[in-house]
């Protein structure tokens, strides 16, 4: 046989079993059927089944949440610290950073305001020691028949009013500190205990109260007790109430968790985000946490012994919430379940469901043929 005989046969030959192979890729896959009690049955040939996964259902007792968000100041253990009078920066005692007591002397003002204060107090410190004098001379004469009664009750009445007098000048000098002298010094003390966030002032500033807005002198704060401030989802919100214990974990502490809880939840949610505020209080006694670190707080929430899926593996429809179990290989029936509140990206299954059940996780749009 010549070559080119040889070539057309080979050709031939090809084309025929091409032609073979087509039709064969051509011949449609076998197809479910549905038996009762809506059951959808696939033949054990189906390549379909290779997509779709089913896992079994196991009973779970906890659930962790995460939630991302930031740490901010203690704003009930940090002091912002203004001038109660206008007046001249003399000396500051600390920096910033500095560690203080409570109490302890952050800068001294020369206040002329102060000082008129101070004189107040002490003009009606002697206006006091003065009446009481005065009294004692006229109830002596008006006991001797000398002085009438009305000059002993004006003489009592004014002892009543500069011990008032007295009384309020002093409180007023005690909000400021000391009141045994007129020298026009003004302590700015720390009302707590902390560390120094913020210094506004400079040596030799003038100082008025009026000019300083809402921007503080210093800044005094308690590290060891930092806010937590983070945005939960109103399907979580449930879980997560004033004193639930949470765990924080940031970049900087590697494996380490820091404990604290919840302290509150706010009522009202943002119309923007759909979120409700929820602010938790973390214990940095080892000072390792930073204000303005982002950070995440785990809540491991305990679901009983419902047994639990995942949100993907639910079906919504004609007003109903099921899923697909598969009863045997290659054997999917729709069953309604009743589902608890969510928990991150797992649900509870009050009824429908009971663990060892196989439901599908993925490729439950290959059901939907029939």
């Known amino acids: 046989m010549s070559a080119e005989k040889l070539i057309v046969a080979g050709l031939c030959a ?4 091409w032609g073979c192979w087509d039709k064969k890729e051509k011949e449609p896959s076998p197809q479910p059927t549905v038996e009762q009690h809506s059951i959808l049955v696939f033949p054990k040939a189906s390549p379909m089944l290779d ?18 968000g930031r740490l901010v100041w203690n704003e009930d253990r940090t002091a912002r610290v ?6 001249r920066v003399q000396a500051i005692a600390v920096r910033p950073g500095e560690r203080v007591a409570r109490g302890q002397t952050l800068a001294v003002l020369a206040a002329p305001d102060f000082g008129v ?10 206006d006091y020691s003065l009446a009481q004098k005065n009294v004692e001379r006229i109830r002596e004469l008006a006991q001797a028949g000398v002085a009438p009664a009305k000059d002993l009750q004006a003489a009592e009445a004014e002892v009543v009013r500069t011990a008032s007098e007295r009384a309020r000048a002093n409180a007023r000098l005690k909000l400021y ?16 205990a902390g560390v120094v966030v913020e210094r506004n002032l400079n040596p030799g500033q003038e100082l008025r109260p009026d000019s300083q807005g809402d921007k503080p002198l210093f800044v005094v704060s308690d590290p060891a007790h930092l806010w937590f401030m983070l945005d939960v989802s109103e399907q979580d919100v449930a879980r997560v109430k004033p004193g639930t214990e949470v765990k924080l974990s940031t970049a900087s502490l590697g494996d380490d968790r820091i404990g604290g809880h919840v302290l509150q939840v706010a009522d009202l949610v943002d119309p923007q985000t759909r979120t409700i505020k929820v602010r938790a209080v973390m214990d940095n006694a080892r000072g390792k946490l930073r204000p303005e670190m982002y950070a995440t707080i785990r809540h491991t929430d305990s679901m009983k012994t419902l047994p639990v899926i995942p949100v993907g593996a639910l079906l919504q429809g004609d007003g109903k919430t099921s899923v697909w179990v598969e009863t045997a290989r290659g054997h999917f029936q729709p069953v309604e379940v009743k589902t608890g509140d969510r928990a991150g ?26």
Do not use: C, W, Y
């Not at 000391?178 to 720390?190: C, F, G, H, P, Y």
């Not at 509870?348 to 059901?367: C, E, F, N, Q, Y």
């Open 14 to 17: 090809g084309f025929l079993a």
């Open 177 to 192: 500190g000391k009141t045994d002298t007129v020298d026009q010094e003004l302590a700015l003390r720390s009302p707590v």
């Open 51 to 68: 997509q779709i996964v089913a896992v079994p259902v196991e009973p779970r007792r906890d659930v962790t949440l995460r939630f991302n």
């Open 345 to 370: 990206d797992m649900l509870p299954i009050i009824s429908g469901l009971k663990p060892g059940d196989r439901i599908v996780v993925d490729g439950a749009m290959l059901l939907r043929v029939q």
């Open 117 to 126: 204060a101070q004189a107040e107090a002490r003009k009606a410190e002697n």
């Open 82 to 87: 203004f001038a109660p009078f206008a007046g």
